[in-house]
């Protein structure tokens, strides 16, 4: 094997563990527990790590294995956006995602009280389910998009649990904003994929109602996560306008045909670079929280 076409393989899985989507995953977790317990220790840190690539290789790698017929017909795999992993590269995917996956979760088991190992079971079997075959739960409409917020969603509950937090309605109201900002980010993110999918005869939130009307549950589903944070304490309430640079992303889409769909990858470019500002705005209304109820 020479110098040039070693790489190839762990170049490969990388870009199937989509790292700019990693910190949508880690963060949420990391918070969860610095919030609650105000210490860092190794539990937090090896959950962090867990969090930020072994899940994200289980996550998005399967998904890309079983997704190849498809993927083969979408011009924006690839890249950044999602591996187009070469035939070779399956069961290798496969056989890592496990191997990186289990040390980190036999550790959280160990570390963590009996309900942390049924929300911990429920995440994973999240990240499963959406793809393998038998389940597939990215071919059932809705249940697409509330699978893949689950896997947002989750590591934060997860954290939260394992760290002993009290889940009061302020909390509650936190998570169930998180989670309409995760059913809408599918479902715009299935926008741009309407084509290669019904090619390679994949059904989908978006495949089902059709660009517009997927666009349009995305906005609905971002303006509530945003109404949703109005009944946080404060500074929360100041977390409802990031709901707006989403919706105006999404915004131009909103009367989007099917076979133009297409189209809404720019927003979709921009969706992800929003992630990261919106990212940075949550992590100062954090650290100010922190301050104030220290």
């Known amino acids: 094997m020479t110098a040039t076409t070693a790489p190839a ?44 690539i072994p899940y994200n290789l289980a996550m998005y790698g399967i998904n890309d294995v079983f997704d190849y017929e498809s993927d083969l017909r979408n011009p924006r795999k690839g890249g ?4 187009l992993l070469d035939r070779t590269m399956h069961r290798r995917t496969l056989l890592a995602a496990a191997a990186v996956n289990v040390p980190f979760l036999i ?28 389940l597939r ?23 939260l649990v394992l760290a002993g937090a009290t889940f009061t309605p302020a ?5 169930l904003a998180f989670f309409l900002w995760g059913i809408g980010s599918h479902a715009f993110g299935a926008v741009q994929d309407v084509v290669p999918d019904r090619a390679g005869g994949i059904a989908s939130i ?19 996560a945003g109404i949703a944070m109005l009944l946080t304490p404060w500074p929360g309430p100041l977390a409802a306008v990031l709901a707006l640079p989403y919706i105006a992303v999404a915004a131009p ?21 929003i992630n990261y500002a919106c990212g940075f705005v949550v992590t100062m209304l954090l650290i100010w929280f922190a301050a104030l109820t220290r």
Do not use: C, M
């Open 9 to 52: 393989p762990l170049r490969q899985l990388l870009l199937a563990s989509r790292p700019l989507s990693w910190i949508n995953t880690a963060f949420p977790f990391a918070a969860a527990v610095l919030l609650t317990t105000r210490h860092v220790d190794l539990t937090l840190i090896i959950g962090t790590v867990y969090f930020l």
């Open 80 to 83: 950044a956006e999602g591996a």
């Open 107 to 134: 550790f959280l088991v160990v570390v963590g009280p009996p309900l942390s190992w049924l929300v911990l079971a429920i995440s994973v079997f999240a990240v499963l389910a959406y793809s393998v075959p038998g």
């Open 137 to 159: 739960f990215k071919e059932v409409p809705f249940l697409d998009s509330i699978t893949s917020s689950t896997h947002f969603v989750s590591p934060a509950v997860y954290g």
């Open 171 to 175: 909390l509650w109201a936190v998570l």
């Open 206 to 224: 978006a495949t089902v109602l059709g660009a517009r009307w997927t666009t349009r549950i995305a906005i609905a589903a971002w303006a509530l």
């Open 253 to 273: 889409y909103w009367s989007i045909p099917d076979d133009d769909s297409a189209r809404a990858n720019r927003g979709w470019r921009r969706f992800l670079w």
